[in-house]
C-alpha cells in the first residue's frame, strides 16, 4: 500500500492540474484531446462606477513564454524525506485565433528549455509541437488538445502537457454583467489529480486600460471526499489533512488568446494515513506559473 501511495501521490504532487484521462486520438494518430471540466461564473461585486462590459474581441498573433515549476517532497512515517520537484520549464507560444466564432485557440510551440539539461535535449524535437484550446466567450477554457512533432519524446510531450494544463487551470474566465475597478466574481471548478478536487478562484479586477485588465487571483482547492483511492485495488488512504491554496496577479489583454503577463502561485501540504493508522504520509507542493510577453 505505502508503494502505491508513493507512486499516486508522488504523480498528484508533480502535477495537480491533469486534465480527465479520456483521450480522442481520431483526428491524427498522434493529436491527444484532453477535456477540461466545466467553469461556473458568479458575480460577488460589481465594483465601483463607470462599469463596461469585458468582450474578448482576439485578433492577430501572439507571443508570450510560459514557465511553470513545482516543488514536491514526500516522507512516509518517519522514513527520508523524498523529493520528487519537476525541474523549470520555459514554453516559448504563439498563439491566433481561429474558428469561424473565434472560439478556438492554436498555438505552435517553440523550442522549449528546462532546468534539467537531459529534459532540454529532449525538448528541442518537440520544437513545432502544436495545441489548441476551445475557449467560451467569457474566457473559460472547455478543451485541451496537443499534437506533439512526430519527433517529440515522451519525456517531452508529458513536460509540455502538463505545463498547458497547469496553465489551463490557472486561466481566468469573466461574468457576463459590467465590471468595475474593485468587481470581484469566483470560478467554480474540479480539478482531476488522483483525487477530484473543488477549485474556487476568486478574481478581482484592480486596473483596466482599455482592453487591458490586470486581476488579483486567489485560489483555493478541497478534497471532495475524505478518502483516496489508490490504483489496482491497493486499497485507500484517509485524508487527514489538506490545504492548498495560493495567490497570484495575471494581466490580460482582451484582444489576446493568452495573458501577456503575471504570475500565480499554488501551495500546500497533505497528510493521509491508511485505515489502520500504521502508515502516514505527508507532502508538502508549490506550483508557480509564469507569463511573460516575447
Known amino acids: 500500500m ?5 507512486t499516486l501521490l508522488a504523480g498528484c504532487g508533480s502535477s495537480d492540474d491533469e486534465a480527465p484521462s479520456e483521450t480522442d486520438t481520431s483526428a491524427t494518430t498522434s493529436s491527444v484531446s484532453l477535456p477540461v471540466t466545466p467553469v461556473t461564473t458568479t458575480l460577488v461585486d460589481p465594483g465601483a462606477e463607470p462599469r463596461t462590459a469585458v468582450t474578448r474581441n482576439i485578433s492577430g498573433e501572439q507571443a508570450v513564454r510560459l514557465t511553470t515549476r513545482s516543488t514536491v517532497t514526500q516522507q512516509i512515517d518517519d522514513q527520508a ?12 507560444l504563439t498563439a491566433r485565433a481561429s474558428g469561424a466564432s473565434g472560439d478556438e485557440v492554436d498555438l505552435t510551440i517553440g523550442v522549449a528549455t528546462s532546468a534539467d539539461q537531459r529534459l532540454t535535449d529532449q525538448l528541442a524535437a518537440a520544437d513545432g509541437s502544436g495545441a489548441g484550446l476551445t475557449v467560451t466567450d467569457g474566457g473559460a477554457v472547455t478543451a485541451l488538445s496537443i499534437t506533439p512533432a512526430d519527433a517529440a519524446q515522451d519525456a517531452a510531450r508529458a513536460a509540455i502537457e502538463q505545463a498547458l494544463n497547469q496553465a489551463v487551470y490557472r486561466s481566468i474566465s469573466f461574468p457576463e454583467e459590467d465590471l468595475g475597478i474593485g468587481a ?5 471548478q474540479q480539478v482531476i489529480s488522483g483525487l477530484t478536487l473543488n477549485q474556487t478562484t476568486t478574481a478581482t479586477l484592480r486596473a483596466r486600460e482599455g482592453d487591458v485588465l490586470t486581476i ?3 485560489i483555493d482547492q478541497t478534497p471532495e471526499s475524505t478518502t483516496l483511492e489508490l490504483p489496482d485495488d491497493a ?4 485524508i487527514d489533512n489538506y490545504t492548498m491554496s495560493g495567490t497570484g496577479t495575471l494581466r490580460i489583454d482582451l484582444t489576446k488568446p ?4 503575471g504570475e500565480v502561485t499554488v501551495g500546500g501540504s497533505q497528510q493521509y494515513s491508511d485505515t489502520d493508522g500504521t502508515t502516514v504520509l505527508r507532502q ?11
Not at 184 to 188: G, L, M, P, R, S
Not at 258 to 261: A, E, G, I, S
Not at 284 to 290: A, F, H, N, R
Open 2 to 6: 505505502a508503494v502505491a501511495a508513493t
Open 235 to 238: 486499497g485507500q488512504l484517509a
Open 216 to 218: 488579483d487571483l486567489r
Open 258 to 261: 493568452l495573458p501577456v503577463l
Open 284 to 294: 508538502d507542493i508549490s506550483d508557480t506559473l509564469e507569463w511573460a510577453s516575447e
Open 81 to 92: 524525506v523524498q523529493d520528487f520537484s519537476t525541474p523549470n520549464l520555459t514554453v516559448p
Open 184 to 188: 470581484v466574481w469566483t470560478a467554480q
